[in-house]
């Protein structure tokens, strides 16, 4: 008998603390982004992990407030609760401005694929650009050899801000999409909320530069015409060379910039920092 009750409490005790899972705290300017799922959607082994990694698309949204009601208030901020992992989760963030860094290469694309994959590029690097192919870089990638080593390549560094001005267009920022790279969570980790306005901010540095330093070579070519490929990519290069911040110049208007702001409730500051570093990778 006592054994059935030592069982029973130490259950009760996992129980107890599994539930705990699902406190909240939240001070003064947090909000929270609590989203459930819906473990119906489990009818195999594969939906079981997806429901695990919580990457199955989410059956509800809702937000939290410091303002509004809690469970406790205490000194420290206020205590909500919520059903735990893996059936609810919930994510919090601050309403202020967050700071952001973003790195990019220039790369001058020569040719691609039908979806945009690149199959041939140039790198800038401080000697001149230097070309690679989709096939040679991942030979060296799978041969252990990095594709770049020896190669002094600049870094164009951008320092700047945005802040939440929206929150329920904000937290769409914390949606999983029916997407298939979500069915291999350990291949494909997740990236929600700030992570993920990251990286759509990165994303559109890269592009935007790639597209500035392939209207620069259009523009030599036409330009141009009667030199050869490798004399067209050299002048593309001088002129580049010769003034990196000039790359990036404009990105804070981009078309781009205003899609994320629209679709994820921010404003970006167009007050910018440019820094440029050489590495070796």
Do not use: C
Not at 109 to 115: F, Q, R, S
């Amino acid at each position: 008998m006592r054994g059935a009750r030592g069982a029973a409490a130490g259950v009760a005790l996992l129980l107890a603390v599994y539930a705990l899972t699902g406190l909240l705290l939240l001070g003064r300017g947090e909000v929270a982004v609590v989203l459930r799922y819906d473990p119906k959607r489990v009818r195999s082994i594969d939906e079981l992990i997806l429901f695990i990694y919580r990457v199955l698309p989410e059956s509800g949204v809702e937000t939290l407030h410091y303002e509004d009601r809690a469970l406790l208030s205490t000194p420290l901020g206020r205590f909500y609760w919520h059903p735990p992992k893996p059936f609810y989760v919930h994510y919090k963030f601050k309403l202020r401005p967050r700071e952001y860094e973003l790195r990019t290469t220039v790369i001058l694309p020569l040719a691609t694929d039908e979806g945009g994959r690149l199959l041939l590029w140039s790198l800038l690097t401080k000697e001149g650009f230097k070309t690679f192919s989709l096939y040679d870089y991942i030979r060296d990638v799978l041969s252990g050899r990095s594709p770049y080593e020896g190669l002094e390549v600049p870094i164009i560094s951008i320092d700047g801000r945005y802040r939440v001005v929206d929150v329920d267009r904000f937290i769409e920022a914390y949606r999983v999409e029916e997407n298939e790279t979500y069915r291999y969570p350990w291949l494909y980790p997740k990236r929600r909320g700030h992570s993920l306005i990251g990286d759509l901010l990165g994303n559109a540095l890269q592009v935007y530069v790639m597209n500035k330093t392939y209207s620069t070579y259009r523009y030599v070519s036409q330009s141009h015409p009667d030199l050869t490929l490798e004399e067209r990519i050299q002048m593309t290069y001088e002129i580049i060379s010769s003034d990196l911040p000039a790359v990036v110049e404009g990105f804070e208007e981009n078309p781009e910039i205003t899609r994320i702001e629209e679709r994820y409730g921010i404003e970006v500051s167009r007050e910018l920092q440019i820094r440029i570093e050489y590495i070796t990778p």
